[in-house]
């Protein structure tokens, strides 16, 4: 891996994301999208949740989460890219693995954003323990994991492309 277009990927993705028209048209958006997604799953089961915005509510018992900065899962994300642009891969098998990675890292992300909503209403202490040290754990755990997996399928895909050498006597 390029350690130096690790850092300057992860410096330029991070700088970008502060920038308000990132946050307006990209991060906001998204999010809300997040949100939206998660409520639709919720309401298969508990037809007395919704979203406004980045807001997850139970009608029933008036909780709420709100999917901030952080939560939506875009820091891992920009990890992830940062990871497979630095490493030596074509750029067919990098786009392969940034698709999986972010769907891999946002599926996971609404089962934390699921599990939240719900630990908030049964034990606000544990919502604060998983959400403030489990989930990030488990979040970036993942990233390793789909970067790892990857390495792994770009290494034997490359393996079975080198034809062996012949030895000459």
Excluded at 40 to 57: C, N, Q, T
Excluded at 90 to 108: N, R, Y
Excluded at 120 to 143: C, G, M, P, R, T
Excluded at 150 to 159: A, D, G, K, Y
């Amino acid at each position: 891996m390029n350690k130096l277009i690790f850092i300057s990927v992860l410096l330029i993705l991070f700088t970008l994301e502060l920038f308000d028209p990132v946050q307006r048209y990209f991060i906001q958006p998204f999010t809300q999208h997040l949100a939206t997604i998660t409520a639709s799953i919720l309401h298969l089961f508990d037809k007395d949740v919704f979203s406004s915005g980045i807001i997850l509510r139970s009608i029933s018992n008036g909780s709420a989460v709100s999917i901030q900065p952080g939560c939506n899962g875009i820091e891992a994300v920009i990890c992830l890219v940062a990871a497979i642009v630095a490493y030596y891969a074509t750029w067919k098998e990098k786009l392969l693995g940034l698709i999986l990675g972010f769907f891999a890292i946002q599926s996971l992300n609404i089962v934390r954003i699921i599990s939240l909503f719900y630990l908030l209403q049964w034990n606000k202490s544990w919502f604060e323990w998983a959400h403030l040290y489990a989930w990030q754990a488990l979040i970036f755990l993942d990233v390793l994991i789909v970067f790892v997996v990857w390495i792994r399928w770009v290494s034997t895909r490359n393996s079975k492309n080198i034809e062996p050498s012949t030895a000459h006597g």
